[in-house]
């Protein structure tokens, strides 16, 4: 078989639902599974162009300004990975998200990562599990960390923005060093669990010797449906979060709160923006035993609606001034309150989490996989600040992750993530 030949058998999609099994491919077969790292894609010597299959059913665009996952609405399940950084050249790094860019645009197809082959041999080049799912909604968005830029090897130190640096400690934080930091962040969000993991997996798997993983967090939000919409969700201490975000569909104001702007930091990240992810503990067992109006008290919202306390509707304006026999009707102390008296905005696209049982308190170990979205990491600091030792909300909650990521702009058609970084 030509070169030609064999190309042009991989840029066939290949549906899940229709797996082609073909053969005479058993030379890149080897290559593949001797080096784990590149698969057949590469092991051609070249990375073929994987366009956006509009047909493809439950798609969400890989390609264009901005990375998917971002303002790419109702995000059902999560799997959210970071990784250190093992390669040893930013010519390594470089070939890595070349690699992932491809595959990316195969995942979100709803497609293997490469098509199989006939020798029973080896193993195959897709793990298989989302074999017959469709492409879910399929997200993916990369992101890299502070810690990236210190790696001599890399040669990327000059490249760092002044901005992205270790988060500072809050008053409240009681960090676990095993949900801290990383290198590279990779957030799969789809409406099928299975399918985000999926991807997760199969793009570490890709790229065995360049990373390692260092902590992960699955999350998952649940939608009420009125008129064929989705409603706010509700996190696991049932109030309606999301209801104060920006309006994703105004593209002045997305450019305002979330999209770097040409000069407002290093090149490679205009159009880009900065994603902090906190794993916070939400103690439920506390909350649960919380009177009613104490509980909204805490938020300044009422939890059935979601209303600002004293109104009707969830996207009532809050007055955050008004009174009532002299006393402020949205304490000072809520979270509302304390998360509006500052001007910074954050788009937040969190995630309930569920993991089992603290084997030291016996309480549930659940919360919130809080992830925002800005041009600046000041803006989640100031918000942060803001609530400090004051925000009643800290009763029931404990930091225990924490890490910020830069992530890159959107990828034009036949270049690669990270272009503007490593190219
Ligand atoms: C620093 C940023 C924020 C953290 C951390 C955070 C944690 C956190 N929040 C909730 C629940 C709710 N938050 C709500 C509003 C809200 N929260 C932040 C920021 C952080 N929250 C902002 C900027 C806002 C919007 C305020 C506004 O302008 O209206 C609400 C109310 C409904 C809503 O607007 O989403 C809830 C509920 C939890 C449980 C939590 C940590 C576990
Ligand atoms: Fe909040």
């Not at 997760?200 to 790229?207: E, G, S």
């Amino acid at each position: 078989m030509s070169n030609q030949e064999e190309k042009s058998i991989l840029q066939k999609e290949v549906s899940r639902r229709d797996v082609l099994k073909f053969a005479g491919i058993g030379g890149a077969g080897v290559i593949l599974g001797a080096s784990g790292l590149t698969g057949a894609l590469t092991a051609f010597g070249a990375n073929p162009f994987i366009d956006d299959d509009q047909t493809a059913v439950n798609k969400v665009k890989f390609y264009g300004k901005h990375q998917s996952g971002i303002l790419t609405k109702n995000p059902e399940h999560v799997y959210f990975v970071a990784l250190n950084c093992i390669a040893k050249s930013k010519k390594e790094l470089k070939e890595l998200f070349q690699l992932w860019t491809n595959y990316s645009a195969q995942l979100m197809n709803g497609q293997l990562v490469e098509p199989y082959t006939a020798n029973k041999l080896l193993p195959t080049a897709d793990t298989g599990e989302a074999e017959g799912l469709d492409a879910s909604h399929l997200t993916l968005t990369f992101g890299v960390g502070p810690s990236l830029f210190e790696k001599k090897e890399l040669g990327l130190q000059h490249m760092k923005p002044k901005e992205l640096a270790d988060l500072p400690h809050f008053p409240k934080d009681q960090l676990d060093p095993n949900y801290v930091g990383g290198d590279i962040c990779i957030q799969a969000c789809a409406d099928d669990p299975q399918v985000a993991f999926h991807a997760v997996r199969n793009l570490v798997r890709a790229a065995r010797g360049k990373v390692t993983m260092s902590w992960s967090q699955t999350g998952f939000n649940s939608y009420e449906v009125k008129n064929k919409k989705k409603l706010t969700p509700r996190n696991l201490f049932a109030f309606k979060d999301g209801t104060g975000n920006p309006n994703v569909d105004n593209e002045k104001e997305m450019n305002e709160v979330v999209w770097v702007q040409p000069g407002e930091s290093k090149s490679w990240l205009t159009g880009g923006t900065y994603l902090v992810a906190r794993r916070i503990q939400m103690h439920l067992e506390t909350w649960d035993r919380t009177a009613l109006s104490a509980q909204e008290a805490t938020f300044g919202r009422h939890r059935d609606t979601g209303a600002p306390l004293g109104k009707k509707g969830e996207f009532d304006d809050v007055g955050l001034d008004r009174k009532e026999n002299d006393q402020p009707v949205i304490p000072v102390n809520s979270h509302l309150h304390l998360a509006r008296q500052v001007k910074d905005r954050i788009l937040r696209r969190s995630f309930s989490y569920s993991d089992g049982i603290n084997p030291t308190t016996g309480a549930f170990d659940a919360g919130l996989l809080f992830i925002s979205f800005q041009k600046h990491p000041k803006q989640f600091i100031n918000i942060q600040n803001s609530f400090g030792r004051v925000d009643k909300l800290n009763e029931y909650i404990t930091h225990r992750g924490s890490a910020l990521f830069a992530c890159f702009p959107g990828v034009k058609k036949g270049s690669y993530l990270g272009a503007e970084l490593f190219g």
